[in-house]
């Protein structure tokens, strides 16, 4: 039998997909993605990313949460919003949040803050946290280490750090998320995967982006799952099937679905 993958992050609710979602998805159920976790953006997604979960109930599941990207000036109604939906109905994690360097440094310090913020709501839900960090893993790590300690765990989604930086994360409990980029030549991301071992990996597309060899340049999608998968695999000098077992173990150990 073939083995079932979770896609642990994907905006399939995103425009690149408003005219062939339906393909989408049973493309990659094909290949044997069965579930779909939705990491939200900012208010602006919500309604699209909540109407593709009421459509696949139990396949298409949602998160809720502001995306550093997306800390502007209006970042306290941003996360008014946010706490009115947690406090309405449950979601299987706050996410994507985080810290993002690279693009606009004008809201750093609102950025922080915001992450603050919404990793205490996790604590208080109980919830897990799905993190996004480019260009300020370490900054990243050091603001979760307290939550950590009190219990707060997670994904850091599209881990493409160092080896010292995956151990840092495991070691505080935290899962990393392993998508496209490790199918990239010269991202290095085998080399620091090589001392961690798969009970602290999940998998993930990120599709819409970060689409994998040997569709890079194309539209990433769930489906292309497997890709990553395969790679893993090959890194890590084990089965696909281990891979799969593993990661999706991890993925219900995580979301609780």
Known sequence: MAPILIDTHTHLYSDEFATDID????????????????PSIDSNSLEAMLALEKKYPGVCISMMGLHP???????????AIVEKWINERDFVAIGE????FYWDKTFVEQQRKAFE?????????????????????????????PFAKRGLRGIFHC???SAESAKQIV????????????????????EALENISLSHLVLETDAPYLTPVPFRGKRNESGYLLYIAEKLAEVKQTSLQEVAEVTTANAQKIFGS
Request: glycine share 8%; with cysteine.
């Open 23 to 38: 393909a989408v998805i049973a493309r990659a159920q094909h290949d044997n993605v069965q579930k779909f976790y939705l």
């Open 69 to 79: 990207c997306y800390v502007k000036e209006n970042v306290n109604n941003e996360l």
């Open 97 to 100: 949040i985080g810290l993002d």
């Open 117 to 145: 913020t919404q990793m205490e709501w996790a604590l208080v839900k109980n919830w897990p946290i799905v993190i996004h960090t480019r260009n300020a893993m370490q900054e990243t790590i050091e603001m979760v280490k």
């Open 159 to 161: 881990f493409s750090g």
């Open 171 to 190: 070691d505080l409990g935290f899962y990393l998320g392993i998508g496209g980029v490790i199918t990239y030549k010269n991202a290095g991301l085998p």
